[in-house]
């Protein structure tokens, strides 16, 4: 079995008033029963946003899940709406709107709705879901800020429903690997860290605007890295330092960062040296211990993943969807009762850390401390 989310040191206690408030021991019995009620029947999931993450990766991983199945579809277009309907077998009936998400509460078919609409609408499709009283899967990253984040995390607590976020790399058994080092602490712990995440973004679209995306790089790629030193570290980091770098198309990342360098320092003095840009390519991590090191190149795609340890080569079973593993894992927990590997409070934490990066560059690379 997985291993549950390592607590990060910082802001334990916070993250286990959450953890109490929002995880196992708060959910409704009568939700829990009904899921485990269903017999045979797979639980239902809906789509909010039918955009390429939706069609290319989630949609087909949803024919690939032992414990779920596409039961519904929230979208702008009730004609795709239909498409999807007939392409996996669901009643149109259950095809929504985004205004229209409340009636959900009278569908039975729908257990879990999954949020994968651009970044600035995951708080109000996920506060939706939740008074609509379904658990909710919110794509990464969470939100735009942490105040959003306590929204989301409140409104699925008084609906007693789970939160999870769309973290699929925690399923991936390479990732798996980082997380059972830093846990053993076979090499010792890892003190120093590097990584990047990095695509050449072609055309422009809602994720170069800070009213849709909330930022720039750092908000779709960077969170990955981000996600891999505290991994690597079990923990939270206490500080970061950031520098933008120069924009090469400014008329193209007008209110947005290009690219953007960080570190992040831990509190036994780990330091992570971070990047991301979307004028650039990278992707890959390492992470270095006394008696030995980590490395994962490509690093955070959705296949072709290869990971090595001073040991040797990381030897894994194939993979066909990493996806299908975090669905059906988040489903998993909700049947057992028990926390999600990659629960709310974690999306939260990932903002927590942004806006401190973000507030270290705009002070041109003042050292700022991660709240908790
Ligand atoms: P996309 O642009 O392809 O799709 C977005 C969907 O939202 C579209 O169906 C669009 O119609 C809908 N939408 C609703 N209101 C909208 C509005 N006001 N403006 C624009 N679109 C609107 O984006 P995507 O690549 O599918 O990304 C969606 C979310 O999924 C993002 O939060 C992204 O970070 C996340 N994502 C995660 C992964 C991952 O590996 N976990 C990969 C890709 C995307």
Known sequence: MRTPFLL???SRRRFLSHLGAVGALAVAPRRLFAAEGTGDRKLGVALVGLGSYSSGQLGPALKLTKLCRLAGVVTG??????????????????????DTMQRMADNPDIDIVYVVTPNALHARDTI?????GKHVICEKPMAVSVAECDAMIAACQAAKVRLSIGYR???????????????????GPFMKMDGGFAFTMGSKVWRAERKWAGGGPLMDL???VMQEACMATAATPVAVTALERP???????????ESLDWTMEFANG????????????????????KDGWYQVGPAYSYNGLRAATSRGPVDVAPLKSQQALQID??????????????????GRRDLSIIEAIYASAAAGGKRIEVEA
């Open 169 to 187: 790399l925690h399923y991936d058994p390479f990732h798996e690997e980082l997380r059972r080092l830093a846990r053993t602490q076979e090499f």
């Open 128 to 132: 939706a879901a939740a008074k609509a």
């Open 222 to 224: 960077g969170v990955y």
């Open 8 to 10: 990060p040191t910082v």
């Open 247 to 257: 924009k090469q198309r400014p008329d193209f990342f007008v209110d947005v960062e």
């Open 270 to 289: 780990a330091k992570a040296a971070c990047y991301t840009s979307y004028n650039d390519n990278r992707n890959d991590f390492r992470a270095e211990a």
């Open 329 to 346: 894992g988040f489903a998993r927990a909700i049947l057992d009762n028990q926390p999600s590997l990659v629960p709310g409070e974690m």
């Open 77 to 98: 277009s009730p004609e795709k709406g239909r498409r999807w309907a007939k392409d996996y077998g669901f009643p149109e009936t259950s095809i929504y709107g985004y």
